[in-house]
């Protein structure tokens, strides 16, 4: 009869409680043998299985950095939201039935044949068109390398945009995502000062246009 | 709490149970830091890195049942990174193994033996996680339990007569020692059959 898994344990810890019989089976018996090769392996990783903690100002300190992830305040955090509108943007475009790219028309730093002259204030005004939209779009002086953008999308046919339209805003490593209100509006705040793409979603049509840097 | 439940905690990003999550896994990370060969100094950040770690891929953690080896092998691979990143920063000789430095001295081979022992502890822990209640009580006062619980003490807490003690715990003893082995023949590398730590000892011997 093999030992039972307590004899075995008992021939590790105590072995001179271990009749003898029990001790030369155990010797003898390869399943025995085996089993008391793994007890002696299993009573080595429980002997090891207590690991010290780590020190109370570690984890306060790491407790600190969590909660601001759990929290989603960090900078970290922002690029990976606007990552992931930019990415939701991407994949939506790839879907979308009409890709169009809008034609800039107006610009109010460059003078525009027959109507004014250039002008330097600010907001600088941008104009484009599709064969169904013109955009207005507006630029803030740029201030500390960002600047303000705002929008509006107005269709040259019918009396207003489609419900639901969002605007991406991608200026490289920095992306952004901004509603369009029920008259077309939107707004970005704090945009990097750089060239900028901007995807505007509306309904199954997403028109593509490129905004100059603000800085010149 | 059921490992099971604690992971959904997790995932669900639950203040108390990441928070209990640093205390207690974070115990893996520190030890895989400390064997690792880390000074005080970089430990602390290397620390902070495995568990934003953990909470940024918390999502992709299949088993639940496997949290342990899981944060196991995110410390590993963090830790070991860095120490290649220092490596290059030194400008080492080539041909040292993954924790740097000449393969005579001996003290790479020490850490490879105790990084595979605490990767085992890592399974046991998820061994353990998986007993049943009783077992997993039981167990945890009598080897986890800082100090380590008497027979006397134990039996007292577990309201269990003392003379059931032992017993029962060769019972959840060998329940144990049956799931690690299942668990450690289905988790070897399917390339090497061998564990990572393992491997990479192996590897420097050749």
């Known amino acids: ?216 | 709490m059921e490992r099971s439940e604690f992971v959904n905690a997790l995932a669900k990003r639950d203040p108390t149970a990441w928070r209990n999550f640093v205390e207690e896994y974070g115990r893996i990370a520190e030890a895989v830091a400390a064997r690792l060969g880390f000074q005080e100094a970089d430990r602390d950040d290397l620390f902070q890195e495995i568990c934003l770690t953990a909470m940024r891929t918390i999502g992709t953690l299949q088993d639940p049942k496997r949290l342990a080896s899981w944060v196991y092998t995110i410390a590993y691979r963090i830790g070991i990174d860095r120490l290649r990143g220092r490596r290059r920063e030194l400008s080492l000789a080539e041909g040292d193994g993954l924790l740097g430095g000449p393969a005579t001295n001996g003290v790479q081979e020490d850490a490879l033996q105790v990084l595979v022992r605490l990767e085992r502890v890592a399974a046991l822990w998820d061994v353990l996680a998986g007993l049943d209640d009783r077992c997993r009580r039981l167990l945890t006062a009598l080897y986890l339990s800082e100090p380590r619980m008497s027979y006397e003490a134990t039996a007292q807490q577990e309201d269990m007569p003392i003379g059931s003690i032992g017993p029962t715990r060769a019972r959840c003893l060998e329940k144990a020692a049956r799931d690690l082995k299942k668990l450690s023949s289905r988790h070897r590398d399917p390339s090497t059959g061998r564990s990572r730590a393992t491997g990479a000892a192996q590897e420097r011997r050749m």
């Open chain 1, 1 to 216: 009869m093999h030992a039972t898994y307590r004899e075995i344990l008992d021939c590790i810890e105590s072995p001179e409680s271990v009749p003898r019989g029990v001790r030369s089976h155990v010797e003898t018996c390869s399943r025995c043998a085996e089993r008391l090769a793994e007890a002696r392996e299993v009573l080595g990783d429980f002997g090891q299985a207590r690991l010290p903690s780590p020190p109370t100002d570690r984890i306060a300190r790491t407790w600190e950095r969590l909660e601001a992830l759990l929290a989603g305040n960090t900078e970290e955090d922002a690029r990976r939201r606007a990552g992931e509108s930019l990415r939701a943007a991407l994949r939506w475009s790839a879907e979308a039935t009409r890709q169009v790219a809008a034609v800039l028309t107006g610009d109010s730093l460059v003078p525009a044949a027959g109507l004014r002259g250039p002008s330097q204030a600010a907001p600088r005004m941008l104009r484009y068109e599709t064969d169904s939209y013109r955009i207005a779009v507006a630029l803030s002086a740029p201030a500390a390398k960002t600047y303000d953008l705002r929008g509006q999308v107005s269709p040259l046919r019918g009396a207003s945009v489609p419900a639901g339209g969002w605007v991406a805003a991608d200026a490289g490593e920095d992306a952004s995502e901004a509603p369009l209100t029920e008259f077309g509006e939107f707004q970005f705040r704090r945009l990097p000062a750089r060239e900028t793409d901007l995807l505007i979603a509306l309904d199954d049509e997403l028109i593509q246009l490129r905004v100059p840097n603000p800085s010149g």
